[in-house]
């Protein structure tokens, strides 16, 4: 596993946009994700890409409202929320695989080896 922190939570009220950030310390990683738990709940994977060409996959519950990006000369993930809705509050996690998934599951935790600690997202009024 590589150290990988996230930064770049906090709250907004509805509507609202945040920017997450994680800075991982090793290259050589095929997929990326940004997955995220609320309490009470299962850990959900919200944005997965591609190292390698940069194919993206969204869960469909924020299609047309987050972009998942990478900058591989700064070892950066980013994901970008827009139209913040109550509904994704939560710890968002960033995430590392150094395999080659299926496009179907890279939003399922156990394709990833690496996470971060965690940033806290809180949307309310």
């Known amino acids: 596993q590589v150290p990988m922190v996230e930064a770049g939570g906090g709250s907004v009220q509805p509507g609202g946009s945040l920017r997450l950030s994680c800075v991982f310390s090793?290259?050589?990683?095929?997929?990326l994700a940004w997955f995220r738990q609320a309490p009470g709940q299962e850990r959900e994977g919200v944005a997965a890409l591609y190292t390698r060409g940069g194919n993206t996959v969204y869960a469909d519950s924020v299609k047309g409202r987050f972009t998942i990006s990478q900058d591989n000369s700064k070892n950066t993930l980013r994901l970008q929320m827009n139209d913040l809705k109550s509904e994704d509050s939560g710890e968002y996690y960033c995430a590392a695989g150094t395999r080659w998934s299926d496009w179907r599951r890279l939003l399922k935790a156990d394709s990833y080896d690496s996470w971060g600690q965690g940033t806290q997202v809180t949307v309310a009024s």
């Open positions: 090793a290259a050589g990683y095929n997929q």
